[in-house]
């Protein structure tokens, strides 16, 4: 079994449900706060884990800023992207996961079987299950 960087946000219910999936199936979990980790320091490192994935991809759709249209991901451009999630780690898709130097964001549970092998996976791992305005969501 794999030991597993994760970043995600604290007391995220998907995230909790995520690592539970992920220790159930037999792996080692090294646990990140997303939205305190400096990623001002650490750019290049952020962009690594959205591989080819499109920019629009890589934020967070909960997101408050995603969610009133005050940031439109699919009109921004690789740098400008990154410029928002290190100065608001809020809008970065998580969880971030890191395994023997692969990198990949988000839960795709199809993606994340194939990568890593899981026990019986619930697809909905990465939509919110909490109300579209939940104040557990906006920090």
Same mark, same amino acid.
């Given at each position: 079994m794999?030991?597993?960087?994760?970043y995600e946000k604290p007391g995220c219910v998907n995230n909790t449900r995520q690592k539970q999936l992920l220790t159930k199936a037999g792996h080692r979990l090294v646990i990140y706060d997303l939205l305190q980790?400096?990623?001002?320091?650490?750019?290049?490192?952020?962009?690594?884990?959205?591989?080819?994935? @499109?920019?629009?991809?890589?934020?967070n759709p909960s997101a408050p800023a995603i969610k009133? *249209? !005050?940031?439109?991901?699919a009109s921004l451009d690789e740098q400008q992207a990154i410029a928002l999630m290190v100065a608001s780690p809020i809008l970065i898709?998580? @969880?971030?996961?890191?395994?023997?130097?692969?990198?990949?964001?988000g839960f795709?549970? *199809? !993606?994340?079987?194939s990568w890593l092998g899981l026990s019986s996976v619930d697809p909905a791992l990465e939509t919110c299950v909490k109300r579209r305005d939940a104040q557990a969501c906006e920090s």
């Open positions: 794999a030991t597993i960087h994760f980790h400096r990623w001002v320091d650490e750019p290049e490192k952020l962009r690594s884990f959205f591989g080819n994935l @499109p920019v629009s991809a890589w934020f009133n *249209a !005050e940031i439109d991901p898709r998580r @969880p971030l996961m890191e395994v023997d130097g692969r990198r990949r964001a795709d549970a *199809a !993606e994340v079987e």
